[in-house]
T-cell receptor, first 115, second 113 residues
């Protein structure tokens, strides 16, 4: 199994630009999670989906952030417009059971730098 | 307020030595506690997940303990190896299942030869 796949691995963009991060969960997993990690705030859960439906988006910092899961094998996290404070590593994780209480498998992350 | 505090913030030990990392939490009601290992530049990898009824769980040289009464957990690493150098993150989930996870800031462990 290839594990959770994220792209791009690194993204550098200018303030105000739209950024789209992509995630392919492990085949057969029905829960998908987006996290953000910074030195200041550590790891934070942004949103999670169960069976392609967003269940809890209370961690999404503001309206500039949006996430979609159009099918079981693909999800996107979009930031529009991006700001320097969005610079972080964004992780996607998937799980074979519903909700965040079960074992999650993380992708390698996307390192986002907004200048 | 639901919080997870980890100590120490960082730790340096010699290869072959044992060490113990601490996690104290105020999350209530409690559902489960997990320890993750995160190598530099990689995503976290789950080491153990424990519910309130479990007080010890092992994964190779890693042994996690949980005291739900005092709301404390520890991660003991036996016979450390250079590859144990990583950040160790404690994460607590509140009950009922599906509630948001509360993350600790992590302990950075460096194993020296």
């Amino acid at each position: 199994d290839a594990g959770v796949i994220q792209s791009p691995r690194h993204e550098v963009t200018e303030m105000g630009q739209e950024v789209t991060l992509r995630c392919k969960p492990i085949s057969g997993h029905n829960s998908l999670f987006w996290y953000r990690q910074t030195m200041m705030r550590g790891l934070e859960l942004l949103i999670y989906f169960n069976n392609n439906v967003p269940i809890d988006d209370s961690g999404m910092p503001e309206d500039r952030f949006s996430a979609k899961m159009p099918n079981a094998s693909f999800s996107t996290l979009k930031i529009q417009p991006s700001e320097p404070r969005d610079s972080a590593v964004y992780f996607c994780a998937s799980s074979s059971a519903g909700g965040p209480d079960y074992e999650q498998y993380f992708g390698p992350g996307t390192r986002l730098t907004v200048t | 307020k639901n919080q997870v505090e980890q100590s120490p913030q960082s730790l340096i030990i010699l290869e072959g030595k044992n060490c113990t990392l601490q996690c104290n939490y105020t999350v209530s009601p409690f559902s489960n506690l997990r320890w993750y290992k995160q190598d530099t530049g990689r995503g976290p990898v789950s080491l153990t997940i424990m519910t309130f009824s479990e007080n010890t769980k092992s994964n190779g040289r890693y042994t996690a303990t949980l005291d739900a009464d005092t709301k404390q957990s520890s991660l003991h690493i036996t016979a450390s190896q250079l590859s144990d150098s990583a950040s160790y993150i404690c994460v607590v989930s509140a009950y009922p299942p599906g509630n948001k996870l509360v993350f600790g800031a992590g302990t950075i462990l460096r194993v020296k030869s």
